[in-house]
């Protein structure tokens, strides 16, 4: 239980295109979604949180006209990369968490991610 | 801010037992979680701790907390080549909902 999927698993793009990526909580309500990126070799890096029907919380550093977060239900948020670079290139992750039966509501649940290729 | 942090390589043989160590500083830390990451992939829920807690046994994971000190480890009994993967530590900040990652651990299996 607690499955989180994202689609698609790879996508390379031109250079200057806009890129979105889904995140999707298939058994569970997501109040609150979180957008990772993660560089070869290294941690996860939190980019924002988001909550359904509220804007997201970007975290320091991160452009918000560059990744645009919509949560637009409890089980869809969706992460778009507008005017796509080479340095945007990387392992995009998301994670759930939620109410589910006695699930600890704290307890993120991730995405298999989608890496993403800008030529 | 929260820091943590993870030894970044562990080698064991087959059979063996694996102990991954991490270490916080936020003291307030609710939750701590540990996570597998195999190659390509997401991150996989392995086991949890509440901050209450100094031990947490499943099946071949056990999970020990020092509050004092903020150190959490994972031991993984009878440790087998598919357990190959990057082992995360988290620590969900006091207040949110927010994890701080460490480094990651890379777990080696050999033979």
């Known amino acids: ?119 | 801010g929260e820091d943590v942090e993870q030894s970044l390589f562990l080698s064991v043989r087959e059979g063996d037992s694996s102990v991954i160590n991490c270490t916080y500083t936020d003291s307030s830390s609710t939750y701590l979680y540990w996570y597998k990451q195999e190659p390509g992939a997401g991150l996989q829920l392995l086991t949890y701790i509440f901050s209450n807690m100094d031990m947490k046994q499943d099946q071949r994971l056990t999970v020990l907390l020092n509050k004092k000190d903020k150190h959490l480890s994972l031991r993984i009994a009878d440790t087998q080549t598919g357990d190959s993967a990057i082992y995360f530590c988290a620590a969900c900040l006091s207040g949110t909902y927010k994890y701080i990652f460490g480094t990651g651990t890379r777990l080696k299996v050999l033979a």
């Not at chain 1, 698993?9 to 200057?16: A, D, E, F, H, N």
């Not at chain 1, 309500?29 to 029907?53: C, D, H, I, V």
Request: proline content about 3%; hydrophobic content about 35%.
């Open chain 1, 1 to 119: 239980g607690a499955v989180v999927s994202q689609h698609p698993s790879r996508v390379i793009c031109k250079s200057g295109t806009s890129v979105k990526i889904e995140c999707r909580s298939l058994d569970f309500q997501a109040t609150t979604m979180f957008w990772y990126r993660q560089f070869p070799k290294q941690s996860l890096m939190l980019m924002a949180t988001s909550n359904e029907g509220s804007k997201a919380t970007y975290e320091q550093g991160v452009e918000k006209d560059k990744f645009l977060i919509n949560h637009a239900s409890l089980t869809l948020s969706t992460l778009t990369v507008t005017s796509a670079h080479p340095e945007d290139s990387s392992f995009y992750i998301c994670s759930a968490s939620g109410q589910r039966g006695l699930a600890n509501q704290e307890t993120q649940y991730f995405g298999p991610g989608t890496r993403l290729l800008v030529l």
